[in-house]
Structures are given as C-alpha cells and as structure tokens.
C-alpha cells in the first residue's frame, strides 16, 4: 500500500458515503488509525495518495482452520544492520511492515504474529500465500532503501494442519515452516513438498516451482523435498540453501531423532562460540551420536562452523571434534 492514512475524523460527506455503503461512522472503534470497520467486518480506509484521497476496502479475515498454508517472513540479517544503522533500520522496517502487510491482507491472509522483524500469516488457500509473497518480494525489489539499511527478505510456504487457539496456531506443521524458512535467503521464497502438491494446479500467473531437491531441516528427523517460487520480477539465482546437508564437514546424514542431551548439546554450542576446536568423547565402539547430533546443530546456528568427526586409536572409544574456522 503507497500513502498514508488519514487519521482525522472523516468529514461528514465522507462519512455519509460510507453509511450508504453499510459502514457505521457513529462509532469510533478501537481499529487501525483512519480505518472505519463496516458491518461486513471490512475496513474501509481513506488513504492519501497522490495529492488526493482515495479509498481501499480490505477485507476482514478471521483465523482459518483445519489444513491451513502458513506464510512465514523474515529480514535478513537484520541484527546488523539494527547495529550498523539504526535510524536507516527504523525508517526502513516501517516500509517493510507496509509492503509485507499489505500483500497478505490483499491476498486474504491472517496475521497471527509479527516476532522480531518478521511475519507469520495462515491462508485458506495456499495459491493465495503464494500471489503474498510473490507479490511482497516484488514490491521490496522494487524499493529504494535507505542507505546502509536495504533489506532482503526470506520467506517460506508450508501447508498442514495446525491447531488454533485464541488467533495463534500450534503443532509440526508451524515449527516445519519456521525451519524451512530458515533454509532460504533474502528474497528467496521457499515451498516445502505439502505446498507444491497443493499449489502444482493453481499456480499464480508466471509463478512457477524451481525443484531444489531434498534437504533436512534443524530438529526435524524427516527431510524435506524444497521448492523455490520463481517469478520474472523476482531474482532466480541464490546461493545454496542453509540446510545442514550443505555444510562443510564429514559428518553422517541424521536418519533418526535425537532424544535428550538438551542441556548439554546447548553447553556445546556455547563452548564452541569461545574456542575453535571443541572435542567430545565417549566409550562405545560405534561413533558418538551425541557428538554427531549436535555438530550438526552447531553448523546450523554458528556462522562458518565445520563438525568433524575424529578416529582414535581405541576401539571401544568414539570421538567427534567440532571446529569453528
């Protein structure tokens, strides 16, 4: 959306087209600033563009249910560029806020959290989540940013069934979306297998599905086939994705869940970030799966972390280093 909206009290010519259109301009409900709520539970905004006004009706979406498609956005890197230049960040993530919003709202999305300088958006229809963040990331391409604050984001689309309560979801399919998004880089928009079932017959216009093959994603035992949304507008080319099969190191593909060791795989990680080399060992003739676990977590979480495992001399001993370079 371009403008900005009015926040004064309509005029009494303004307000008495909006009752022709079933709006109630007696009331001043606690909605969004120069927004006037309609009986049908649209918004009716009055937004100033242009040098004039016009209007823009947005329609209400409450919480979809059942099988939903999740739209799960974030800036990269944005903990920088907060540090680089923070007066740029602040007059940037405003815009971002405007253009990622508004493209889920047109497209009928719900807005059930906006953590950190991101958002996370359910769908009835995942063609629709698709058109949003197509559509978003053409809009942020298009921006000119401030300088030392250009943004990039990074999407992902995953549909499956959620619980929902109070406007919030729960369960895998929401945690499923939030690692597969952490895959992706700004301005990529990923799909996971579920979406492109589901999307391979209604694609939006020009949008088509780039097979980026199987991946695995952090915590999850099942990997995950990986889609990209490509689109004329929108960049093709990204580096490879971020997922822990791409990571330097020899260490074995994760077949199954690891249950346990919380705290100490944290003490790792943390003990990783103050030393370069970190070496667990343990009796057993096969190789640590502790070691293996959570040197693959540590690639995913540390920048330029390499897990590697070790051989001893002992055979009833295992070893795993975990080198940060």
């Not at 990680?269 to 676990?293: E, F, K, M, N, Y």
């Not at 693959?296 to 390499?306: F, M, Q, V």
Request: overall charge positive.
């Amino acid at each position: 959306m371009t403008g900005r909206a009015v926040r004064d009290r309509p005029s009494a010519r303004y307000r008495s087209g909006l009752a022709n259109r079933g709006a109630n301009p007696g009331v001043r409900e606690p909605a969004i600033p120069g927004d006037l709520r309609c009986r049908d539970g649209a918004l009716d905004r009055l937004v100033l563009s242009g040098g004039g006004l016009r209007h823009e009706r947005i329609r209400h979406v409450g919480p979809p249910s059942g099988t939903v498609t999740f739209l799960f956005t974030d800036i990269e890197g944005s903990t920088g560029l907060w540090e680089s230049a923070p007066d740029a960040m602040r007059a940037a993530l405003a815009d971002h806020d405007t253009v990622v919003r508004a493209a889920i709202d047109a497209h009928g999305g719900f807005v059930f959290s906006t953590g950190g300088d991101g958002f996370s958006a359910a769908f009835a229809r995942a063609a629709d989540a698709a058109a949003a963040a197509c559509d978003a990331q053409a809009t942020l391409a298009s921006k000119s940013w401030p300088e030392g604050a250009a943004i990039a984001v990074r999407m992902a689309l995953h549909t499956g069934e959620a619980d929902e309560r109070g406007g919030d979801y729960f369960g895998p399919a929401v945690n499923r979306t939030a690692r597969l998004m952490a895959l992706s880089h700004g301005g990529q928009v990923l799909a996971s297998r579920a979406a492109e079932s589901v999307l391979r017959d209604q694609l939006p216009g020009e949008v088509e599905l780039l097979d980026l093959g199987d991946h695995r994603l952090n915590s999850l035992s099942r990997p995950e086939r990986v889609f990209q949304l490509t689109h004329r507008e929108l960049r093709r080319d990204f580096p490879p994705l971020r997922s822990a099969d791409r990571r330097p190191g020899n260490l074995p593909p994760q077949l199954t869940s690891f249950v346990g060791r919380e705290v100490e795989s944290e003490q790792v990680v943390v003990t990783l970030g103050q030393a370069r080399v970190v070496t667990l060992t343990g009796v057993g003739w096969r190789r640590s799966p502790s070691g293996s676990r959570t040197g693959a977590g540590c690639a995913n979480s540390l920048p330029y972390a390499r897990a590697r495992r070790c051989p001893t001399r002992s055979s009833r001993s295992s070893a795993s280093s975990l080198v940060r370079v």
